[in-house]
T-cell receptor
Framework: GNSVTQMEGPVTLSEEAFLTINCTYT??????LFWYVQYPGEGLQLLLK?????DKGSNKGFEATYRKETTSFHLEKGSVQVSDSAVYFC?????????FGQGTRLTINP | DGGITQSPKYLFRKEGQNVTLSCEQN?????MYWYRQDPGQGLRLIYYSQIVNDFQKGDIAEGYSVSREKKESFPLTVTSAQKNPTAFYLCASGPLRDSREKLFFGSGTQLSVL
């Protein structure tokens, strides 16, 4: 079945640094791809999505581009803030469900 | 306010005890899901339901049971057969046609073994 693999965490950056969290996928066909975010003590919420190749999803300064040639959907942000500290999950569509990666914990220091 | 509510926030289980985690949603969603979250392992699907009185096993259903008697409720029972129940449990829901896209999550229940 479809699956995603995320870069190992945790990731620690200083405020205003550039962020990349890597995600690669294995899929039959071209399923939609997603990034979900989990802030401390909360459930997950959808951050952004892309539904086809070369689509770029964006939200709250985060971006990710669906790249068929490299089977990737890396999450990027140009200047992170302390409030971006959270766990980030890459996800794709499985049969009747979403399939999540293992999550990457991001900590931003002031 | 519409949303998905999990309770309790923290739960402790004794040896040999069954415990039930509550999940209620007032979003009128058909599909509901239970995920288990362990550090470094991401989310693993336990059970899901797409319609009242019907549910399907996910990837790690052993030691768990569910019911879906009402559209808005999808309780999860962690039975004594689950030998390693300590984890963070997340309930989610979504409209059936979008359930493979956007899910709405509760704030989770942390289950620990005494």
């Amino acid at each position: 079945g479809n699956s995603v693999t995320q870069m190992e965490g945790p990731v620690t950056l200083s405020e205003e640094a550039f962020l990349t969290i890597n995600c690669t996928y294995t899929a039959t066909g071209y399923p939609s791809l997603f990034w979900y975010v989990q802030y401390p003590g909360e459930g997950l919420q959808l951050l952004l999505k892309a539904t086809k190749a070369d689509d770029k999803g964006s939200n709250k300064g985060f971006e990710a581009t669906y790249r068929k040639e490299t089977t990737s959907f890396h999450l990027e942000k140009g200047s992170v803030q302390v409030s971006d500290s959270a766990v980030y999950f890459c996800a794709t569509q499985g049969a009747q469900k979403l399939v999540f990666g293992q999550g990457t914990r991001l900590t931003i220091n002031p | 306010d519409g949303g998905i509510t999990q309770s309790p926030k923290y739960l402790f289980r004794k040896e040999g005890q069954n415990v039930t985690l509550s999940c209620e949603q007032n979003l009128n969603h058909d599909a509901m899901y239970w995920y288990r979250q362990d550090p470094g392992q991401g989310l693993r699907l336990i059970y899901y339901s797409q319609i009242v009185n019907d549910f399907q096993k996910g990837d790690i259903a052993e030691g768990y049971s569910v019911s879906r008697e009402k559209k808005e409720s999808f309780p999860l029972t962690v039975t004594s057969a689950q030998k390693n129940p300590t984890a963070f449990y997340l309930c989610a829901s979504g409209p059936l046609r979008d359930s493979r896209e956007k899910l709405f999550f509760g704030s989770g229940t942390q289950l620990s073994v005494l």
